[in-house]
């Protein structure tokens, strides 16, 4: 089983619709929980960083941690053509951020005019 | 928010050449910094992490003779592939965090590596 797992996708939806990305983990005692955005060719770039049980909200994203199921998600609102990109689970075994991620393997996404 | 530069973005180089890559943190002391390598349609996978002022630590199957890391300062890291070949060709990506501010990893913009 691998410790961060994510469907590859392409997860397509029409634009202004809801996307939702998931992602689930299997080291229990992960602490910190991260999503972030890789355009093609390019680095990752940070969206979300979420800690405890619950919803958190930023913008037009959510991000969701369920640490009893072990599992995370990532929800985008309205999506803009622009969201189209490759999103990165990643968690954290510590607390905190000084510890190194591990990364599933990324969902695509495709948001179609 | 904090910046991390890393430099070269590309690198075309013959087989058996040496390619250093340096990963810099532009605004924030970095105690803390990881070197990634991402296969094309492939998730990032950790190489090393380095702290400021000691050896790297290496992941499994990571061969520390051919990366060589350095963190000799608060601001910069280097990773040096060393007698690079074809199949070393991939997508380096350095992140950087200062493990007393509680920030998140930011990543560099990453080095494309192809060897001839």
């Known amino acids: 089983q691998k410790e961060v797992e994510q469907n590859s996708g392409p997860l397509s939806v029409p634009e202004g619709a809801i996307a939702s990305l998931n992602c689930t983990y299997s080291d229990r005692v992960s602490q910190s929980f991260f999503w972030y955005r890789q355009y093609s060719g390019k680095s990752p770039e940070l969206i979300m960083s979420?800690?405890?049980?619950g919803d958190k909200e930023d913008g037009r994203f959510t991000a969701q941690l369920n640490k009893a199921s072990q599992y995370v998600s990532l929800l985008i609102r309205d999506s803009q053509p622009s969201d189209s990109a490759t999103y990165l689970c990643a968690v954290n075994l510590r607390s905190g951020n000084t510890g190194k991620l591990i990364f599933g393997q990324g969902t695509t996404l495709q948001v179609k005019p | 928010g904090a910046v991390v530069s890393q430099h070269p973005s590309w690198v075309i180089c013959k087989s058996g050449t040496s390619v250093k890559i340096e990963c810099r943190s532009l605004d924030f002391q970095a105690t803390t910094m990881f070197w990634y390598r991402q296969f094309p349609k492939q998730s990032l996978m950790l190489m090393a992490t380095?702290?400021?002022?000691?050896?790297?630590?290496?992941e499994q199957g990571v061969e520390k003779d051919k990366f060589l890391i350095n963190h000799a300062s608060l601001t910069l890291s280097t990773l040096t592939v060393t007698s690079a070949h074809p199949e070393d060709s991939s997508f380096y990506i350095c992140?950087?965090?200062?493990?007393?501010?509680?920030?998140?990893?930011?990543f560099g913009d990453g080095t494309r590596l192809s060897i001839l």
């Open positions: 380095s702290n400021e002022g000691s050896k790297a630590t290496y």
């Open positions: 992140s950087a965090i200062d493990q007393f501010s509680n920030q998140p990893q930011h």
């Open positions: 979420i800690y405890s049980n």
